[in-house]
């Protein structure tokens, strides 16, 4: 199995999977990606060679994905946590039969954290001298289950949103019960300012949550027609981009207070919402996901983005850059993932 | 894709849930069910697929004081649609639980909308003990209320006598529910499944026992019922604004509303719901040839006047 050039646009390569794509994610060193999949199985894509290896790490819904290292850490509906090697081997980590394991966040020095209902698990690098995996410490619990989990500050901040608010831990952890920044109703999608400043967290009613830990104030920004599924930042920690409309919308989170309020769309798209946005790792450039499997590139220093091609689905799930920003890799709910080239597509 | 079926299944501690639910798993359908449940641990279900939610309600910004939402659900029904191996989900209550943030929670969220259905809300009553529990609890009658199908469970347990007593009494409650006598939940599956009960589109008649009941329905604890018929067409838009209105200043007390319009001039039906002060109208399906073409619309709440419902539909005659 490997992933096709696709013949109208240069330095995209496409495959069919047959499940939706859950989450995808590029290694550290430039060498595979992966792609975990709503029926348990993670694809590993050599980068190079766009020779795809299938795994099975789970046993139903493979439901998020990180890169650690040169692998790849993968959580599920089975309750289990599995390490996957580039080679393909695999080595399960975790294993809690009834729960889910929702999202993962690696940290500094191979620490990672996986947020499972209202506990976090966070674990310290590397296997036990028998090669067996080490024992999470448990966070929590949270008042709420995890809507999201993060890290901001070089590694050095874990950050979860949940119902009443956000809760922030230490890496590695000083406290079992992390510091409570209080905020009323749910919080869903997050994401931190690498600098750790600001966290954003979607609320269930069409809103998006703002809190600068520096200043020690929150605030909502609101007018969405749809609940916000996406939120991030741009490398500048200055600029939040977020779903949510039918266009990718900006706030400057340092504009003056009287400012603040109001957004910047850009990108619009008439056939429907933002699903899927990532900003690129170095540069002001950003891709986009929206319904119809349509996926933008767009300039957030210039307000622009345009449809640069469509995959089959409803709707784009997932999108990542390698660390380097020269490969951008993603999903659609309906089993299409892709691998696009930049430099391949700017030469051309 | 297509969008999974979600079963509400409720009922007061000890109706028999659980093993209405055990019947539903262990009957030799070949589908594939996740079970959705809020007591992880008490109730002995073996499956892979049973999923622990515990209940977070919150109210949402909109000015609705009535409208919450479980956010649980949100998180969970999105996690569940990954995988497409699923024929439906069976989301089961606790026995305390208020359905109303559920079935909010499918108004209100835009992607558990797109992804899944709410087929429909059922609700087991133990026939022996309900008419206590009514009278105590409002959890129970709230329960009764808010069902598409309500289970008239251990039916062998109480005479005849008695159990048509029950079953006016929930009718009264609420007229447009399904009532099934069972002993143990030995229930059809296709009366539970593939109800459709939300879906607008396809409402062409209540049911027929909302017209035999009375049209203002006795009082239990200030929960009661109120049928109108109208056989006059309606102006469909001060009908609508009507009952927007109506639903914004009363809305807290309207547990469920639905109803078939007669719009003057219109081919089609038009069809509304409403839960709290969430209203849903659309365009159904169209009227037949010769046939008799009338408003009917039920309400079910607390403190309802029936007169003011009647004056309020009358006021809206084309």
């Given at each position: 199995m490997h992933l096709s050039a696709d013949p109208g646009v240069p330095g995209l390569f496409r495959l069919e999977t047959g499940a939706f794509v859950t989450a995808c994610a590029l290694a550290a060193d430039g060498g595979a990606t992966a792609f975990s999949l709503g029926d348990g199985r993670v694809l590993l894509c050599d980068v190079q060679t766009k020779t795809v290896t299938a795994t099975m790490p789970h046993q139903g819904a493979a439901l998020c994905l990180t890169a650690l290292g040169p692998a790849f850490l993968s959580g599920g509906d089975d309750g289990r946590i599995v390490l996957t090697l580039a080679s393909g081997e695999g080595h399960e980590l975790y294993r809690r039969k009834g729960k889910w394991i929702e999202h993962l966040a690696v940290a500094r020095e191979?620490?990672?954290?996986?947020?499972?209902?209202?506990?976090?698990?966070?674990?310290?690098?590397?296997?036990?001298?028998?090669?067996?995996?080490?024992?999470?410490?448990?966070?929590?619990?949270?008042?709420?289950?995890?809507?999201?989990?993060?890290?901001?500050?070089?590694?050095?901040?874990?950050?979860?949103?949940?119902?009443?608010?956000?809760?922030?831990?230490?890496?590695?952890?000083?406290?079992?019960?992390?510091?409570?920044?209080?905020?009323?109703?749910?919080?869903?999608?997050?994401?931190?300012?690498?600098?750790?400043?600001?966290?954003?967290?979607?609320?269930?009613?069409?809103?998006?949550?703002?809190?600068?830990?520096?200043?020690?104030?929150?605030?909502?920004?609101?007018?969405?027609?749809?609940?916000?599924?996406?939120?991030?930042?741009?490398?500048?920690?200055?600029?939040?981009?977020?779903?949510?409309?039918?266009?990718?919308?900006?706030?400057?989170?340092?504009?003056?207070?009287?400012?603040?309020?109001?957004?910047?769309?850009?990108?619009?798209?008439?056939?429907?919402?933002?699903?899927?946005?990532?900003?690129?790792?170095?540069?002001?450039?950003?891709?986009?996901?929206?319904?119809?499997?349509?996926?933008?590139?767009?300039?957030?220093?210039?307000?622009?983005?345009?449809?640069?091609?469509?995959?089959?689905?409803?709707?784009?799930?997932?999108?990542?850059?390698?660390?380097?920003?020269?490969f951008l890799a993603g999903g659609s709910d309906a089993g299409a993932v892709f691998l696009l080239d930049l430099i391949a597509l700017a030469k051309a | 894709?297509?969008?999974?079926?979600?079963?509400?299944?409720?009922?007061?501690?000890?109706?028999?849930?659980?093993?209405?639910?055990?019947?539903?798993?262990?009957?030799?359908?070949?589908?594939?069910?996740?079970?959705?449940?809020?007591?992880?641990?008490?109730?002995?279900?073996?499956?892979?697929?049973?999923?622990?939610?515990?209940?977070?309600?919150?109210?949402?910004?909109?000015?609705?004081?009535?409208?919450?939402?479980?956010?649980?659900?949100?998180?969970?029904?999105?996690?569940?649609?990954?995988?497409?191996?699923?024929?439906?989900?069976?989301?089961?209550?606790?026995?305390?639980?208020?359905?109303?943030?559920?079935?909010?929670?499918?108004?209100?969220?835009?992607?558990?909308?797109?992804?899944?259905?709410?087929?429909?809300?059922?609700?087991?009553?133990?026939?022996?003990?309900?008419?206590?529990?009514?009278?105590?609890?409002?959890?129970a009658l709230e329960q009764v209320v808010y069902a598409d199908l309500l289970i008239l469970n251990k039916a062998d347990l109480v005479d005849e006598a008695r159990l048509a007593a029950v079953e006016a009494q929930v009718r009264r409650l609420n007229p447009q529910a399904d009532i099934v006598r069972s002993v143990r939940g030995d229930v059809p599956l296709e009366t539970i499944l593939g109800r459709n009960s939300f879906d607008l589109s396809r409402l062409l008649f209540l049911s027929p026992a909302l017209m035999d009941a009375p049209s203002a329905g006795q009082h239990d604890a200030d929960v009661s019922s109120v049928s109108l018929t109208l056989d006059q067409p309606v102006d469909a838009r001060r009908f609508q604004e009507h009952l927007g209105a109506y639903l914004a200043e009363r809305g807290g007390d309207i547990y469920r509303c639905k109803g078939i319009v007669h719009a003057a001039g219109q081919p089609q039906r038009l069809v509304f719901q409403g839960v709290h002060m969430l209203l849903e109208t659309t365009w159904g399906v169209p009227w037949k040839d010769g046939e008799e073409r009338l408003t009917r619309a039920v309400f079910i709440g607390r403190n309802l006047n029936a007169d003011e419902l009647r004056a309020g539909l009358a006021a809206c005659a084309a």
């Amino acid at each position: 199995m490997h992933l096709s050039a696709d013949p109208g646009v240069p330095g995209l390569f496409r495959l069919e999977t047959g499940a939706f794509v859950t989450a995808c994610a590029l290694a550290a060193d430039g060498g595979a990606t992966a792609f975990s999949l709503g029926d348990g199985r993670v694809l590993l894509c050599d980068v190079q060679t766009k020779t795809v290896t299938a795994t099975m790490p789970h046993q139903g819904a493979a439901l998020c994905l990180t890169a650690l290292g040169p692998a790849f850490l993968s959580g599920g509906d089975d309750g289990r946590i599995v390490l996957t090697l580039a080679s393909g081997e695999g080595h399960e980590l975790y294993r809690r039969k009834g729960k889910w394991i929702e999202h993962l966040a690696v940290a500094r020095e191979g620490r990672f954290a996986a947020a499972m209902g209202r506990d976090i698990l966070a674990f310290e690098p590397g296997l036990s001298d028998d090669g067996a995996p080490t024992t999470p410490v448990t966070l929590g619990p949270l008042p709420g289950a995890a809507g999201g989990l993060t890290v901001a500050a070089g590694g050095r901040m874990l950050v979860t949103a949940h119902t009443g608010g956000l809760t922030l831990f230490d890496v590695p952890p000083s406290s079992s019960a992390g510091q409570r920044v209080e905020a009323p109703g749910g919080h869903l999608a997050l994401a931190a300012s690498p600098d750790g400043r600001f966290v954003a967290a979607a609320t269930p009613d069409k809103a998006v949550r703002v809190f600068d830990l520096q200043e020690q104030e929150g605030y909502l920004l609101e007018g969405y027609p749809t609940r916000v599924e996406c939120l991030a930042f741009d490398h500048s920690g200055r600029f939040l981009l977020t779903g949510g409309e039918q266009a990718v919308v900006l706030w400057d989170l340092m504009a003056p207070p009287e400012e603040r309020g109001k957004a910047v769309a850009f990108g619009a798209f008439e056939h429907g919402f933002l699903r899927v946005v990532a900003p690129h790792p170095g540069l002001p450039l950003l891709a986009a996901g929206f319904d119809g499997g349509v996926v933008f590139l767009g300039d957030a220093a210039r307000r622009t983005a345009q449809p640069l091609f469509t995959m089959p689905g409803d709707k784009v799930s997932c999108l990542a850059w390698s660390p380097d920003g020269r490969f951008l890799a993603g999903g659609s709910d309906a089993g299409a993932v892709f691998l696009l080239d930049l430099i391949a597509l700017a030469k051309a | 894709m297509a969008q999974i079926p979600v079963t509400v299944l409720t009922g007061y501690l000890g109706a028999g849930k659980t093993t209405l639910l055990q019947r539903i798993l262990s009957e030799n359908h070949g589908r594939r069910f996740a079970v959705v449940v809020n007591e992880f641990g008490e109730i002995g279900i073996d499956s892979d697929l049973v999923v622990d939610a515990e209940e977070e309600v919150y109210s949402m910004n909109n000015g609705c004081v009535c409208c919450s939402v479980r956010g649980d659900l949100i998180r969970i029904l999105s996690g569940l649609v990954k995988r497409r191996d699923l024929d439906g989900i069976l989301l089961e209550t606790t026995g305390l639980a208020d359905p109303s943030p559920i079935i909010q929670t499918f108004f209100m969220d835009d992607a558990v909308r797109d992804a899944t259905l709410l087929d429909a809300v059922v609700t087991v009553l133990d026939a022996l003990h309900f008419p206590g529990q009514a009278a105590s609890r409002s959890e129970a009658l709230e329960q009764v209320v808010y069902a598409d199908l309500l289970i008239l469970n251990k039916a062998d347990l109480v005479d005849e006598a008695r159990l048509a007593a029950v079953e006016a009494q929930v009718r009264r409650l609420n007229p447009q529910a399904d009532i099934v006598r069972s002993v143990r939940g030995d229930v059809p599956l296709e009366t539970i499944l593939g109800r459709n009960s939300f879906d607008l589109s396809r409402l062409l008649f209540l049911s027929p026992a909302l017209m035999d009941a009375p049209s203002a329905g006795q009082h239990d604890a200030d929960v009661s019922s109120v049928s109108l018929t109208l056989d006059q067409p309606v102006d469909a838009r001060r009908f609508q604004e009507h009952l927007g209105a109506y639903l914004a200043e009363r809305g807290g007390d309207i547990y469920r509303c639905k109803g078939i319009v007669h719009a003057a001039g219109q081919p089609q039906r038009l069809v509304f719901q409403g839960v709290h002060m969430l209203l849903e109208t659309t365009w159904g399906v169209p009227w037949k040839d010769g046939e008799e073409r009338l408003t009917r619309a039920v309400f079910i709440g607390r403190n309802l006047n029936a007169d003011e419902l009647r004056a309020g539909l009358a006021a809206c005659a084309a």
